[in-house]
C-alpha cells in the first residue's frame, strides 16, 4: 500500500475535517500489521491529528471521513448519533438462486449479534429473547435498497445505510442468501483477484463541523467514484444515471472470477 495521499483521493478537506477516497485494504482504524493505517498516513502527510468518524471496513472503498481536531471529532460523532448524515452506498452482488424473491426496492430490518471470534455480525429476525445471557447484544440494523442493475451473474445495488452496525450491510445481505462479490466471510464463491470485496461508500451527506447552533447547518455533500475502475463498474455507473423511474437495467454479462488461492 501507498504511504501517501495522492491529491486526486481527497474529495474534500478543510482545517476541521477531510474525506478520501479510501481504497480496499487500507484501515480507517485499528490498522493491522503490515495494513496501512489512514489516519497515521494523514497525520505525517497533514500535520495535526487525523480520527475516522464512520466505521469502514477494511476491504470496503469509497468515501471515508476524518476529523482533524477533537471538537470536530465530537461534532461528528453526534450528528451520526442523531442519525444526521446521509451514507450511500454501492454493492455488486451474486446472482441469487432462481428460488430467491427479491422486490425491486425495500426495506432490511435485523437484529445483528457480533460474533468476536470470528469477527463478523449474524443478523437475526428478532431480538434476543427476554433474558437471555448473551455475550454480545443484538441491536437493531436498518437499510434501504434499490436494485438499479441487473446482469447474468450479479446484481448491482443501491444502499442506504439507516444505521451504522459491524459489518451491517454484509450480515443483512446475508441473512437473505445475498453476498456481495469477494466477501468470502458472509459467503461469496470466491475473492477478489485484487483483493477487497465489491461494496463501495458512494456518498456521504453531513452538518459542516462549526455550524452555528442559532443558524440552519450547513451540509457538506461528498461522492466517491470507485477507485479500482473496471468493467463491472462502469456498468454499475451506466445503470445508475437510468431514469430511477426505469426497470432494472440489463448490464452485460461478466462471467465470474476464475478462482483465487486467497482466503
Known sequence: ???????ERIIYSNDQCMVINKLPGEAAEGAAKGMA??????????????TAVQRLDVP?????LFARTPKA?????????????????WAIVEMPPPDLTLAPAGELVHWLEMDTRQNKSIAFAEKA???SQRSSPRKQAILRYRIIGKGTNYLFMEIELVTGRHHQIRAQLAALGLHIKGDLKYGARRSEKAGGIRLHARSLRFPA???SAKLPDEFIQVTATPPLRDRLWEDFEAA???PETSPPVAVSPVPPQAPSDCA
Do not use: H, W
Open 1 to 7: 500500500m501507498d504511504n501517501k495521499i495522492n491529491e
Open 37 to 50: 493505517d489512514l489516519p497515521q498516513i494523514l497525520t505525517k502527510q497533514f500535520g495535526g491529528s487525523f
Open 60 to 64: 470496503v472503498s469509497g468515501c471515508a
Open 73 to 89: 471529532l465530537s461534532f461528528l460523532n453526534a450528528a451520526f448519533t442523531a442519525d444526521r448524515v446521509q451514507k450511500y452506498y
Open 129 to 131: 429473547p427476554e433474558g
Open 209 to 211: 463541523p462549526g455550524s
Open 240 to 242: 445508475a444515471m437510468a
